[in-house]
């Protein structure tokens, strides 16, 4: 079956702007994650989603980043007024929620959205 | 903040040893660590798991073994192959939670 997908693949933008990154997870995953990459570095926790619901915001970096999700589907992770401290590939990953000794928290990865602020 | 660390931030090895990647983790109330590889332009992608109730678990050529005693986690890779050459990631979670820390990543590279 279809995996997680990201779009777009590549952003380029404008200090200031705004820019708006999807993720569409597998089908019947019911937890989505956000992560930051940057250049030569590992993962940077940003958020996860049980269902609609963010229970911890605590990772984002600041009150410009804010993610959805609608329907236990779609998310989408929103940048304001974008700063070149902003510049990083972007990845979403996806996880069932099922029992404990069911790899209940194995994620896939979609491809990333590579972000560059200029 | 909490973090997973490496030991070694490249690895070299010649095609058809063994290789072994090594991480530290900081959080004691960890229970669940995971390895994934991440090859150029993708996203990670999942290799092991392990439990805290667990010391050793064994897959396809890969096994993790963990020390919960000096909070130390490895992946070997038996038979190393080219198509091993990537960026190795350990992470920590703990249970009852989504979030993961991920580790800075190690490089493989394997020699025809």
């Known amino acids: 079956g279809a995996g997680v997908s990201q779009s777009p693949s590549n952003k380029v933008t404008e200090k200031g702007k705004d820019v708006e990154l999807r993720c569409d997870p597998i089908s019947g995953h019911t937890a989505l994650y956000w992560y930051r990459q940057s250049l030569g570095q590992g993962l940077e926790f940003l958020i996860y989603?049980?269902?609609?619901?963010?229970?911890?915001k605590s990772g984002l970096p600041s009150d410009r980043f804010s993610a959805e999700r609608t329907g236990g589907s779609v998310s989408t992770l929103t940048i304001q007024r974008t700063q070149q401290e902003d510049s990083a590939v972007y990845l979403c990953a996806s996880s069932y929620e099922i029992g404990r000794d069911r790899g209940a928290y194995e994620q896939y990865f979609g491809p990333g959205t590579r972000l560059t602020v200029t | 903040g909490e973090s997973v660390g490496l030991h070694l931030p490249t690895l070299s090895v010649q095609e058809g040893d063994n290789s072994i990647i090594n991480c530290a983790y900081s959080n004691s109330a960890s229970d669940y660590f995971i390895w994934y590889k991440q090859e150029s332009g993708k996203g990670p992608q999942f290799i092991i798991d392990?439990?805290?109730?667990?010391d050793k678990r064994q897959g396809q050529r890969v096994t993790v073994l963990l020390n919960k005693t000096v909070k130390h986690l490895s992946l070997q890779i038996a038979a190393t192959q080219p198509g091993d050459s990537a960026v190795y990631f350990c992470a920590e979670n703990i249970d009852g939670g989504f979030k993961t820390i991920f580790g800075a990543g190690t490089r493989l590279f394997v020699k025809a």
């Open positions: 392990i439990r805290s109730n667990m």
């Open positions: 989603f049980q269902g609609n619901s963010a229970p911890d």
